[in-house]
């Protein structure tokens, strides 16, 4: 049965504030945020569905949870609380290394602050999970309160659960939510659209479900000898934006700020409008760009971030549905069909607004990266190799699992170059922690077959002569997607040149770390069900900052 499209109005998530302003002197308020199982309605037409939700309290939790309002400078502490009963309401697989193996003693959990440049110990690593009433606790759990310095500059983050091969399962039930760090010196100036009403966050993610309002997740997996369970990617049909499948939104003729994060699992977005209307990308994930970019389109890969500003005076029609044209999985798969090609449909109000926000000509500018700075060259393949039990599909960050040692040991403050060879079909979305990541270019490998044999043999990037076959066609990195990001899209058959910078980028504050509590940061695929699900899945290493 079909679910038609439109009829839900777009919800505004909650908006928590971590500080109070006693005195015009803002101070940081410290914040209890639960995890609760409860039933939540993604449409009109279709019953109540079991979530897993983050809020103050169940009767207020949301899917997606409540956004986090912070502000630069001012510390955010949360002491982040798990309530969730045993059973999962999603099938999951014992078989791939996961936190425990049943969850008759509760669900493990851990809060990512993704985008965050905080100290190990509250980064949520995979293995510092917990459970209800922190009974049971994963072997590198340290604390119940986690500090977000929020020294970094101004923009978009996002939190979602990171447990060690839950994520993919606690993500698809409801345990992610938006966070902003705004700086009123920084922004203020630049005039953008401000306010609840003008400036919001569009949580976006693919979701099927079953006619009793479940969540549908496959559970029998695609090589059930193996693990029972556990698929490569998961795709829904329904696409659900600020927890309702295919919501509207009636708009002034006037410019919104949309912060739109991919939240899904697997699904790329190729975000258009049907009547033509253009997007000014004014951020990304983590960050500003230097000056506003329009396009007519914008491709998100899964967790990543587009900040743009619609300008609905512009529009020739009274309607502008919110399309996507991405293929499933992205590039190579199944094209769109009637239903994940549909995002949201805005109503534009047909008397032109006055409308006091702008698109400055400059946004913000940061430090240029200093090649000459540059400490280590390193070189990371994404490729598919055979497993001992002799499985196909084992992907790896240059062939290591995620429990091997550490590999990269970068030194807070110092700036990278890194070659990401992807070797693989599918384009993968690079995570880093803690780090930031620019672009410079993505370069089509030549000769692929042979770098694939040679690097299977060698795992060595050099040994294999990457230079010689780096020398296909180069794609245009787009003009929005050049400042400074967390994660970027990995295209197949391509290396990617990225400069890594370990560091905060607009402020003094140094880091004052203890890299000895936890052993350090990771970078992984987001895809979740690669990443976060470790066995054949990886894309994970552990970095470690000192
Ligand atoms: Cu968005 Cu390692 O996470």
Redesign the pocket.
């Known amino acids: 049965s079909k679910l038609e499209m439109f009829v839900d109005e777009l919800p505004d998530m909650p908006r928590i504030h971590s500080y109070r302003v006693l005195n015009g002197v803002p101070k940081s308020k410290p914040l209890k945020i639960g995890m609760f199982k409860k039933k939540w309605k993604f449409h009109r037409d279709l019953p109540p569905t079991t979530v897993y939700a983050f809020g103050k309290t169940k009767h207020t939790a949301t899917v997606p949870g409540p956004t986090i309002e912070a502000l630069h400078g001012v510390d955010t502490h949360v002491r982040w609380q798990n309530h969730l009963p045993s059973k999962h309401i999603l099938p999951w697989d014992p078989t791939i290394p996961t936190a425990i193996t049943n969850t008759t003693r509760g669900i493990p959990t851990v809060v ?1 602050l ?1 985008g965050g440049i905080h100290a190990p110990e509250s980064d949520g690593s995979a293995n510092a999970w917990f459970t209800s009433k922190f009974n049971e606790r994963g072997p590198t759990w340290s604390r119940k309160t986690y500090h977000y310095p929020n020294n970094q500059h101004p923009g978009n983050l ?1 939190y ?1 659960d ?1 447990a060690m091969g839950l994520t993919r399962v606690n993500l698809l039930a409801g345990l992610l939510g938006s966070y902003i760090i705004r700086d009123p010196v920084v922004e203020e100036p630049l005039g953008l659209p401000t306010g609840d009403e003008f400036d919001r966050p569009l949580v976006v993610f693919d979701r099927s479900f079953r006619t009793d309002g479940s969540i549908y997740m496959s559970s029998i997996g695609n090589n059930p000898d193996i693990h029972p369970q556990w698929q490569p990617e998961y795709f829904g049909d329904a696409i659900i934006v600020n927890g309702k499948a295919w919501p509207r939104l009636t708009v002034r003729r006037r410019k919104y700020r949309f912060r739109i994060i991919n939240a899904s699992n697997a699904r790329f977005f190729r975000f258009f409008f049907s009547n033509g209307l253009r997007f000014t990308h004014v951020a990304s994930d983590s960050a500003y760009i230097e000056k506003p970019v329009t396009t007519n389109e914008t491709l998100v890969g899964p ?1 990543e971030i587009t900040d743009i500003v619609v300008d609905f005076s512009q529009s020739k029609t009274n309607v502008a549905i919110l399309a996507n044209d991405a293929n499933y999985p992205y590039p190579s798969g199944d094209p769109v069909n009637q239903a994940n090609g549909k995002v949201m449909k805005f109503i534009i109000l047909p008397d032109q607004e006055v409308d006091t926000s702008r698109l400055p000509r400059r946004l913000v500018e940061y430090p240029v990266v200093d090649l000459s700075s540059v400490t280590h060259t390193r070189y990371v393949a994404m490729y598919e190799y055979a497993s001992k039990i002799d499985e196909p599909t084992h992907l790896y960050l240059n062939a290591k699992p995620f429990d091997a040692p550490v590999t990269e040991t970068p030194r807070v403050g110092s700036t990278e170059v890194w070659y990401v060879i992807n070797l693989t079909e599918d384009n993968h979305p690079l ?1 880093i ?1 803690l780090g930031l990541l620019k672009v410079f270019d993505q370069t089509a490998l030549v000769e692929l077959e042979e770098l694939k044999e040679c690097m299977k043999k060698k795992n060595d990037a050099v040994k294999c002569n990457l230079k010689k076959h780096a020398r296909g066609k180069k794609v245009v990195v787009g003009d929005h997607e050049k400042g400074w990001k967390n994660v970027f899209k990995m295209i197949p058959g391509h290396v990617t040149k990225i400069a890594v910078r370990f560091s905060y980028l607009h402020t003094n504050a140094s880091y004052s770390f203890d890299a000895t509590a936890e052993p350090g940061y ?1 970078y ?1 695929c ?1 895809v979740s069900t690669h ?2 699900t470790i066995y054949f899945v990886q894309y994970h290493d552990i970095l470690t900052i000192f």
């Open positions: 990512h993704h996002w979602h990171h967790s995570h922690h990771v992984h987001h990443s976060l």
